[in-house]
């Protein structure tokens, strides 16, 4: 099947000259129509850079320095976002791939209803519609999200943390799109709002059929929600797995470090061991394996030699088939390369 | 409740919010109902309920930043009372309270070493007061919360320092003032998950080493488990489950302590996806009280009685009490 989005080696920098930060360093990776991709990782990894270099939606200084997002959206030629123009981008953009931030507060407009917001979104990208037609579409949008639709007259002060969060996800979803952006959606909620949004998303998706792009820094809620999961560290990909795998046995020692760090309700009281160290200073990396001055398996060679995302093998023991391997799991560690003791 | 030195204790304490005019319209908000806790030496309780329960309203009433409505609140034994001039400063130097956003509860133009001279100073644990004492015991503060070589950060702004870095200045800025009882109001959730546990570590680590009674605060049930010794859960005001946190975690009796435990993101439970126990509804209106449990219009079980009655306390094991009818024995 082809992909409905395609990364490759993508580099995003914020600045220029001798103050460049590299955000994002040759990070690659496919999405297919109706799959949930998850990105995890710690604060300043990079996942948020990636999202919004996908969106066009870079901030001040960051740009793309290199690399593709190739884009085969509906009945169109694919196109390359990170090269595209600015009218081919607003055409993709909202109608083909929608973005839910982090902070629902601050993403709606104060003064205006969500029946307005809603219906300015439609009215923009569907000129044609009239004024019934969108006041129709609002209505069940906001239905479809589990707001009662008398409720759009609303302003986003009068609702609660979890409505305005179910409000943005109505208002992404407005234009029917086939990718839908998910940046830290739930980070602000409690739990039991965070359980009824994700459970609400997932309905949504397995009716519509588009698909995800989730990004947070839970990786536990990955597990459960994402077909597939890139573990990024430093602005790299450092592991690519299907999820339940990568839960299974997480091959790069970050990615075991991520999955001892939260708590469990459940089952035995197991011991937490978590990550030592601080997430690292994107200006100052270390030489070789960005991670090895937290790596407890660090070797000699982690700190000359920067490993490649490469395939490996699962986690049966057995290699897998040349192709297969790489969609199921690719692991940027130099203990599972050639090179490493462990081969 | 439970044996040890109690510090705190909080007897049927309630807080009324009255907004006469507009929001509320007179009736008054009920953010805490009949709160009673004892906070103990060397030992950690964790506050459990989701947002607008009451959980961070409770912390507020114990740190003195408000006056209780109703109950009582003692110290030692001694009521306290921060009305009186001054009060409130000899109550803060007994407990402190930690909050939960690192980024705006350290005043982004001040150093750190401001932060940590200025409790040193006023609460007179700066011993001779000279720049130089002040400067080491800043420094040895810093050292005691993992900021080493603490030297090194007095200097800094909080804008210099990470998320993590910066919840560590507010836990030295709450020791400077050597207090018995930390309040720490989600410590950690503002955090990534993967510097939480960091947090948590260094919080249980003092509350042995300065032998504190310490009150986690927190929505996320599964941390209270790792980190607590007793689990309270609060559900719109009131304190609807009382235990130790393997039995409340592991056998939740109320429904909505079984709520909570359900919705904690679990990979184990990923392999039989979409079964999720998806409970409607929303937190309640606290302006407005019910006849009989706060629960009923969102519980499963609910019976006409729960709508009439409100439940009194049913202890079905030692040390765990819950309010809910369906543990009344002779009903059963």
Known sequence: ?343 | MSSGEVVLRAESVSKTFRAGRGFFRGGGLHAVSGFSLDLVRERVVALVGESGSGKSTAARLLAGLYAPTSGAITLAGRRVSVRAPGARRRYASHVQIVLQDPFSSLNASYSIRHHLARPLLLHGNAGSGKRADVEARSAALLEEVSLTPGRDFLDRYPHELSGGQRQRVSIARALAVRPEVMLADEPVSMLDVSIRLGILRLLGRLTAERRLALLYITHDIASARYFATEIAVMYAGEMVEYGPSEDVTQAPLHPYSRLLVSTVPDPDRAAGRGSDTLVRGEPPDLTRRLAGCTFAPRCPFAMDRCRQQAPPRFEPSGGHWVRCWLFDEQEA
């Open chain 1, 1 to 343: 099947m082809t992909a409905l989005l395609e990364v490759r080696d993508l580099d995003v920098s914020y600045g220029h000259g001798e103050d460049t930060l590299h955000a994002v360093r040759g990070a690659s990776f496919s999405l297919r129509r109706g799959e949930i991709v998850g990105v995890a990782g710690e604060s300043g990894c990079g996942k948020s850079t990636l999202a919004f270099a996908i969106a066009r939606l870079l901030r001040g200084s960051g740009h793309v320095e290199g690399g593709e997002i190739l884009w085969s959206g509906r009945d169109r030629e694919p196109i390359d976002l990170a090269t595209a123009d600015d009218e081919s981008v607003r055409r993709v953009r909202w109608s083909d791939i929608s973005i839910v931030m982090q902070s629902a507060m601050n993403a709606m407009n104060p003064v205006l209803s969500l029946r307005s917001q809603i219906g300015d979104v439609i009215k923009a990208h569907d000129p044609a519609a009239g004024r019934r037609e969108r006041g129709r579409r609002v209505g069940e949008l906001l239905e479809m999200v589990g707001i009662p639709s008398a409720r759009g007259r609303a302003f986003p002060h009068e609702l609660s943390g979890g409505m305005r969060q179910r409000a943005m996800i109505a208002l992404a979803l407005a234009l029917s799109p086939q990718l839908v952006i998910l940046d830290e959606p739930t980070t602000a909620l409690d739990v039991v709002m965070q359980r009824q949004v994700l459970s609400e998303l997932k309905r949504l998706q397995a009716d519509l059929g588009f698909a995800v792009l989730f990004i947070t820094h839970d990786l536990s809620l990955l597990v459960e929600i994402a077909d597939r999961i890139l573990v990024m560290y430093a602005g790299t990909v450092v592991e690519r797995a299907d999820a339940l795998d990568l839960y299974r046995a997480p091959f790069h020692p970050y990615s075991r470090g991520l999955l001892t760090s939260f708590p469990k309700v459940t089952g035995v009281r197991a011991e937490l061991t978590g990550i030592p160290g601080t997430p690292p200073d994107l200006r100052g990396l270390p030489d070789g394996c960005p991670f090895h001055p937290r790596c407890a398996s660090a070797m000699d060679e982690c700190k000359r030699e920067t490993p490649a995302l490469v395939p490996r093998r699962r986690p049966d023991g057995e290699a897998t088939p040349d192709g297969e391997a790489t969609q199921s799991r690719d692991v940027a560690c130099l203990l599972y390369q050639p090179t490493g003791r462990a081969q």
